[in-house]
């Protein structure tokens, strides 16, 4: 899928894997994709996580950029590159000491997206599903 066919509202269900803590977060809410210019796509997610306290409001915002080249690429907020945009292949983000791993597939109808991160002080995998709204 290419970014532009996730313009819309999708609901997200999560599940981090925090394996050092040996704990499992579920996080849910919903994501919006809006575009903002020929070349850019806004990606804000928004929802509650459930830690054993309670229930704590999320949210994030990225940004889905074309390239010169026609290719896109996910980039944080502030404008910081997170990961080149490439459905059904292996994403890499190296952020040293750490490094995070991730794959995204799926269709129209309904996407997923995994990430492992590793590192001196992470271990986890976090799991997304999105289905269209």
């Not at 704590?56 to 915002?61: A, G, K, L, R």
């Amino acid at each position: 899928m290419t970014p532009d066919e996730l313009l819309g509202t999708w609901h997200f269900t999560r599940m981090v894997d925090d394996r050092r803590d040996d704990r499992r977060i579920p996080v849910h809410g919903t994501a919006t994709f809006s575009r903002s210019g020929p070349d850019r796509i806004v990606w804000v997610e928004s929802g509650t996580m459930g830690l054993p306290g309670g229930e704590v409001p999320i949210s994030t915002e990225r940004a889905l950029e074309r390239g010169p080249e026609g290719s896109w690429a996910t980039n944080f907020a502030d404008g910081r590159e997170f990961h080149d945009w490439r459905w059904g292949a292996e994403l890499v983000h190296d952020c040293a000491p750490d490094l995070y791993s991730g794959r995204l597939d799926g269709d129209a109808s309904g996407w997923r997206m995994r990430w492992a991160a590793s590192g001196p002080s992470k271990d986890y995998v976090i799991e997304t599903a999105y289905r269209r709204l």
